[in-house]
């Protein structure tokens, strides 16, 4: 027989009992509803929480930018200093309040029909930062900038429309060596090309004699201020000569009423950088980025676990008997048992000496032989007929007992195997080599 045996187990006798299984099973009720209960409460607290969305673009101006045109330095200097800051994603002017202070620092193009929409002169403090440079995000660290162009004269010219009362124009010439006029004390300092403004209808608080770099405008309590060059509040120009007092300075003069500061907060609009609050529906926020994902993830579940739960399709299936009986029961019973008891080897090695005596009776061998002689006996006939390997070798190696038990339990049953194909091909020559390595 081969080593090796499959058994295809037929149908249960008659007479035996039948029990019916359901095709839903209550455990994958109990699994479902749950994971549909846990999905929901997972996209609400998710959607709950206040994070912006993401810009397509982190590295151009902006509070969350740490690159050089970001502002994220001077959002860290004014909290370091016990400014109350905050960055709004939705309605910038809600969150300023009556009396905060808005700025609203390089508008993009895109955006700057939405800040329009705004009314930016409903705002009580209001900073207005003119835009000046396109940048180009750097492919390994996109937080960074790769390169910075200067942004044509318009786009800066449309940004100061949002304050249809300033009524300047805006133009660009060589950073001043030094300024005719500064209100705050503190000369801010730059290089290469300024961007400044013609102060028409604004009081000049920081200029040269033929542009402003600060400009103000008041209507009562209101106060307006315009910032034309944004290099002086940048990451890279923070750092340079007396900057960072300069815009400390600046936010104080604006902030200022009475001759004392005002408690509200100052909120930099990230509106005009692409940013959104998230939405407050759970369930609209279930189907935007990037919960989406999740929603996705979490049907797919769903579906695993329907699937998985469901017995077949169809009517309901007759479950396995309890107790098994039959040739095939009875043959898999034994084989478990001789397993369970560790008797690989004896079995083993009576399967060899089993085989060789059955080859031995088909090629009619002498009787009265001892093992020895009917080894050799029996090698001589298969080097006569051409048979791969030998019978005594195959014999040694099962007999072997040195090595660990996953090393024995290989050889073993290679052996078993060997000897099987052996027999095939000393008894039936050839074809029998064939039919023994198909059957295996």
Known sequence: MPPQLRIAQGPPDEGQGIVKQPAFSSQAVILIVLCAVAFFALSALLSSKG?????????????????????????????ERGVPVLISAGDPLSDAGLRGTLIVAAPEARFIAGARAMDL?????????????????????????????????????????LIPSAGSRVFRKEWPVRWTVDEFG????????????????????????????????????????????????????????????FMVALIGALREQDGSAISASVVFDETVHGFHAASASPYHALFSPPFSVVTVLAFCSVIVMLWAGYGRFGATRDAPPALGFGKAKL????????????????????????????AAR???????????????????????????????????????????????????????????????EIINGSAGRGRNRQSH
């Open 331 to 358: 043959i898999d019973n034994s084989a478990r048992l001789l397993d369970y008891g560790g008797h690989h080897a004896a079995i083993l090695a009576r399967y060899v000496r089993m085989t060789v005596r059955s």
């Open 362 to 424: 088909a090629l009619h061998a002498p009787g009265g032989l001892d093992e020895p002689s009917l080894v050799e006996w029996l090698d001589r006939i298969g080097r006569s007929r051409g048979v791969n390997g030998s019978c005594g070798g195959i014999l040694s190696r099962a007999n072997d007992t040195r090595g660990t038990k996953s090393e024995l339990a290989r050889r073993r049953f290679s052996c078993a195997m060997d000897i099987y194909l052996w027999k095939g």
């Open 121 to 161: 002169e409903r705002a009580q403090r209001l900073l207005l930062v003119l835009p000046k440079w396109e940048v180009r995000p750097d492919e390994d660290k996109p937080e960074w900038i790769a390169s910075a162009e200067s942004l044509p004269m318009f786009i800066a010219q449309e940004a100061l429309a």
């Open 186 to 245: 503190y000369e801010p300092s730059g290089a290469g090309i300024a961007q400044l403004i013609r102060p028409d209808g604004m009081k000049v608080l920081v200029g040269d004699g033929d542009g402003a770099l600060v400009a103000e405008i008041t209507e009562g309590d209101r106060k307006i201020l315009v910032l034309s060059d944004p290099d002086v509040m940048s990451n890279h120009g923070l750092i340079k000569g007396q900057n960072a007092a």
């Open 51 to 79: 994070d912006p969305g993401v810009s397509a673009d982190r590295a151009g101006p902006g509070a969350y930018s740490v690159s050089a045109v970001g502002y994220a330095g001077f959002f860290d200097l004014l909290k």
